[in-house]
Each structure stands twice: as structure tokens, then as C-alpha cells.
């Protein structure tokens, strides 16, 4: 399979979803322009592909239906962007090759676009055609994969440690917090909205744990190693702002030594619990994941 050739399909067939979902002429237009300018400015769609790739993989024949759930999947980690590259916060000016969203709109209009598609995203995600009982389950497992004991608690604990303090314990709080359970998340919510076995979705969390814990580590590693024109943002910002990362703590080599054992034990997993399934879509993402180069 070729992975980019995989992701560009993939990507189209989610952004004609949130073209739908978040029209043109919605008003206030000013909102609607800043919304739509970031949830279309590029980027891997990492999040709903591997909700969609999940939910086939463990038996889900109908991606129309569970669209919605993928599209807000992609809502909020784009607000959660918008928030992260604020002055306030991370203080960068680019985002995926263009000028982020307070850079273009100013900060006020940013900060409500980011609100906006994260209030839109719950609302996207009621329009997902499954029982009102996986609807909730699925609504709870995304509330508390975002909130203080997900995105937000990882945030908070990343902007107030530093690396003076080489705190082990508190740096794989931050990376799987910050990352790790919202990427975990979406991976789980494909089995739900697929009727998946218990023992199934047990597996695939463990995966999504050791990808969204394997994708921060590879985030640190490229901030150091990449170049802005390779991410589309600013690099080498960790070091100055004196972040807790793997490299900080690690160095590089010893953190790419953990994301190819984290590879490995997920590659365990699909070969030894989940063999009666087609997880080859899943495997080459996986690999995407460690190795990539963006």
C-alpha cells in the first residue's frame, strides 16, 4: 500500500464531509472563514483515517453512517491547534506551510473559531447513524479524551514543567495525556461504531496507547532533527523554550530506540490477537506514524 496515495483518498473523502458540515455561507461569516481556514489548510488527517481504517478493520461496512464521528474527531484536534499555536501558548505563527489561525484572523477571532469547532464537532458527532447508546458511549470517551484527563490535563502540565526538571514519570504523563489518548481514542471508537469484540477493542486501545505515546515521541524527534519547511511550522522551539521532551530527558537516539520498540509491540499485537482480522491498513499507519519524516 501506498501510504500517501491511502491518506490523499482518505482525505478526500473527509473533507467533502466537513465541506458539508461547515458551509460557506454559515454566518457569522467572519467565524465561518476562520474555521474553515484552518480545518482546510492542510494535514495528514491522521485521527479520522485511523477511526475509519479501525472501524474496517474490525468488521464496519458502512463509512458513510460513521462520517460524522471522523469529521469531529478532526474538529476538535483542529481547535486544539488553533489553541496550541496562540501567543498565550506555543506562540507560533505557522501552522501546516501557512500563517496560523490568530495570525490571519487576529487572536480574539482564533480563539472563538477554535470554541466554535469544538462546540460544531459535538454537534457533527449526534449526526453519526448508530444507536443512541453507542452515540453516548462514544460522546463520553471523547469528552474525557479531550479534557483535563486528556488534551487539556497534558497541555497544563507541558506549559508549567520545563527540562531543569528531567521528571520521567511526569514526561509520559504529558505525552500521553497531551497526544497519546486522543489518538488511542479515535482507534477505539472505530471498533464501538463497528459492534467490534470486547477483546478486540482491549487490543486496539493498547495500540492506539503505544501509536499516540510512539506519535509525540517522533514529534519531539523532528523538532530537533526537521526543518520549518518539512513541518509547515516553526522548529527547534522546545530547546529554547526549555520543554520536557523525550530528546531533553533521552536524547535522540535513545528516543528512536523507544518509538521502534513501541512499533514493535504494536506489530505484536496485531499479528498475535487480532490475525482473524484484515489490520494491514492499520500496520502501514503504524509504520507512517514512527517513521515518518513530517
Known amino acids: 500500500m ?3 496515495e491511502f491518506f490523499a483518498q482518505e482525505g478526500e473523502i473527509i473533507d467533502s464531509a466537513l465541506d458539508k458540515f461547515l458551509p460557506e455561507n454559515a454566518e457569522p461569516e467572519i467565524i465561518t472563514k476562520a474555521m474553515r481556514y484552518s480545518i482546510f489548510a492542510g494535514g495528514k488527517r491522521l485521527r479520522p483515517i485511523l477511526l475509519l481504517s479501525t472501524y474496517r478493520a474490525t468488521g464496519g461496512k458502512w463509512i458513510n453512517k460513521i462520517l460524522p464521528s471522523a469529521c469531529a474527531v478532526e474538529m476538535i484536534h483542529t481547535y486544539s491547534l488553533i489553541h496550541d499555536d496562540l501567543p498565550a501558548m506555543d506562540n507560533d505563527d505557522f501552522r501546516r506551510g501557512k500563517p496560523s489561525c490568530h495570525k490571519m484572523f487576529g487572536e480574539a477571532i482564533a480563539i472563538l473559531a477554535g470554541d466554535a469547532l469544538f462546540a460544531k464537532s459535538f454537534e457533527v458527532l449526534q449526526k453519526t447513524k448508530v444507536s443512541a447508546e453507542k452515540i453516548w458511549k462514544v460522546n463520553k470517551m ?5 479534557g483535563t484527563d486528556g488534551i487539556i490535563g497534558g497541555q497544563v502540565m507541558d506549559i508549567i514543567s520545563t ?3 528531567k521528571d520521567k514519570k511526569l514526561l509520559k504523563y504529558i505525552h500521553s495525556h497531551k497526544t497519546g489518548k486522543f489518538i488511542s481514542v479515535c482507534m477505539v471508537i472505530g471498533t464501538i461504531l463497528a459492534d467490534a469484540y470486547k477483546d478486540e477493542v482491549n487490543s486496539i486501545k493498547r495500540i492506539g496507547d503505544l501509536l499516540g505515546f510512539a506519535f509525540q515521541i517522533v ?4 523538532d530537533v532533527k526537521s526543518t520549518k519547511k518539512t513541518m509547515g511550522k516553526s522548529v527547534r522551539k522546545d530547546a529554547v523554550k526549555k520543554k520536557l521532551t523525550y530528546p531533553a530527558v533521552y536524547g535522540l537516539e535513545k528516543s528512536r ?5 513501541l512499533l514493535e509491540k ?8 487480532l490475525k482473524h482480522r484484515d489490520t494491514i491498513k492499520l500496520e502501514n499507519i503504524a509504520e507512517f506514524i514512527v517513521n515518518r519524516a513530517y
Open 257 to 261: 530506540k523507544k518509538t521502534l520498540q
Open 266 to 273: 504494536t506489530k505484536a499485537i496485531f499479528h498475535n490477537e
Open 163 to 165: 527540562s531543569d526538571n
Open 2 to 4: 501506498n501510504i500517501k
Open 142 to 146: 471523547i469528552s474525557s479524551a479531550v
Open 219 to 222: 514529534d519531539d524527534i523532528l
